[in-house]
């Protein structure tokens, strides 16, 4: 890293990083398992919830990608954290609107916190802090990896909460047709 303020956190980088890349491999492993079990979901339930959890985990690489840069100023990497963060949050409003219109789940409340909230939340403190990090540097910083690590929090507790739903409809299911 050219830019010492960011070569302290190179090792954080890395391991959110490979984490949030391992994770969207696994996601799609799962997604690949229960393509069989498609009465069980369909595709806008999908794009509903799978879908953003993989961008969630992809925004981790990207954040990590670009702290890890070699940038020779911090203005760049403001600029590239804060386009992420806005298409970030960008996306997020498309997946709240595609969650409330898709009709095979109806969302309660810790769905809106995990699958709108927090999103929101993170993207938004990944702009703003991205936008301040030539004039707060330490700070910004530290906001900057929180919210990578709550990207990867929200992707790891989103894809277990639809991997959950998904064999517990099953069988629920399973075992309605049974009696």
Same mark, same amino acid.
Request: charged fraction near 10%; proline fraction near 3%.
């Given at each position: 890293?050219?830019?010492?303020?960011?070569?302290?956190?190179?090792?954080?980088?890395? %391991?959110?990083?490979?984490?949030?890349?391992?994770?969207?491999?696994?996601?799609?492993?799962?997604?690949?398992?229960?393509?069989?079990?498609?009465?069980?979901?369909?595709?806008?339930?999908?794009?509903?919830?799978?879908?953003?959890?993989?961008?969630?985990?992809?925004?981790?690489?990207?954040?990590?990608?670009?702290?890890?840069? @070699?940038?020779?100023?911090?203005?760049?990497?403001?600029?590239?954290?804060?386009?992420?963060?806005?298409?970030?949050?960008? *996306?997020?409003?498309?997946? %709240?609107?595609?969650?409330?219109?898709?009709?095979? *789940?109806? @969302?309660?409340?810790?769905?809106?916190?995990?699958?709108?909230?927090?999103?929101?939340?993170? *993207?938004?403190?990944?702009?703003?802090?991205?936008?301040?990090?030539?004039?707060?540097?330490?700070?910004?910083?530290?906001? %900057?990896?929180?919210?990578?690590?709550?990207?990867?929090?929200?992707?790891?507790?989103?894809?277990?909460?639809?991997?959950?739903?998904?064999?517990?409809?099953?069988?629920?299911?399973?075992?309605?047709?049974?009696?």
């Amino acid at each position: 890293m050219a830019n010492p303020h960011l070569a302290p956190w190179a090792n954080f980088y890395v %391991i959110v990083g490979s984490s949030a890349a391992a994770l969207i491999g696994v996601q799609f492993v799962v997604i690949a398992l229960i393509s069989n079990l498609r009465h069980l979901t369909t595709a806008d339930s999908i794009r509903a919830f799978g879908t953003p959890t993989v961008v969630h985990l992809g925004a981790v690489l990207v954040v990590s990608a670009l702290i890890s840069a @070699p940038w020779h100023s911090l203005a760049r990497a403001s600029i590239a954290l804060a386009m992420c963060g806005l298409g970030g949050l960008g *996306y997020a409003a498309i997946a %709240i609107r595609r969650a409330r219109r898709q009709t095979v *789940y109806k @969302p309660v409340w810790e769905d809106w916190i995990w699958h709108a909230i927090l999103p929101c939340s993170a *993207y938004s403190a990944l702009s703003a802090a991205a936008l301040l990090l030539g004039t707060a540097t330490q700070t910004t910083l530290f906001v %900057i990896g929180t919210a990578a690590l709550g990207f990867l929090l929200i992707g790891i507790h989103n894809a277990w909460d639809s991997v959950t739903h998904v064999v517990v409809t099953g069988l629920h299911r399973d075992a309605v047709r049974k009696e």
